[in-house]
């Protein structure tokens, strides 16, 4: 009887063992999907900020790039303004020239033509200069 209850404690606490084992490899094992999901989790948060800051840049570069097209519009729509009064101022001129010509003075019209062609050169010059410096 002794020797029964000898083997049935030597079998309980292999039992034991043996349970005790599994259940350490069963929480060994947990215990790394842990860590594993972990690292994963961690990773998916470091790209998300990765991808908030890219996002962030992008719109500050859109936001900078509507600025600069703002203010090109508006020095275009300027330019355009300038182009429109000096249409006018030069349609003026050509009246008064016409006039001076129908009113039989040839030589102040000749010098009127010379000024126009000068201002002509000098408008022209300075579109160039212009696309030049862009």
Do not use: C
Not at 66 to 73: I, M, N, V
Not at 93 to 120: D, R
Request: glycine fraction near 4%; aromatic fraction near 6%; charged fraction near 25%.
């Amino acid at each position: 009887m002794l020797v029964t209850t000898i083997y049935i404690a030597i079998a309980f606490l292999i039992g034991f063992g043996v349970a005790w084992l599994i259940q350490w490899n069963r929480l060994q094992k947990r215990g790394r999907e842990l860590k594993s999901n972990s690292g994963y989790l961690e990773s998916e948060r470091l790209m998300k900020e990765t991808l908030q800051k890219e996002l962030a840049v992008v719109h500050q570069n859109k936001m900078a790039a509507e600025l600069d097209l703002t203010q090109k519009l508006q020095a275009a729509e300027k330019t355009i303004l300038q182009m429109d009064s000096d249409i006018l101022l030069l349609q003026k001129s050509n009246e008064e020239t016409e006039a001076l010509l129908q009113a039989g003075q040839p030589e102040l019209h000749a010098l009127k033509i010379q000024l126009i062609e000068a201002q002509n050169t000098i408008a022209r010059y300075k579109a160039q200069l212009a696309e030049k410096t862009k």
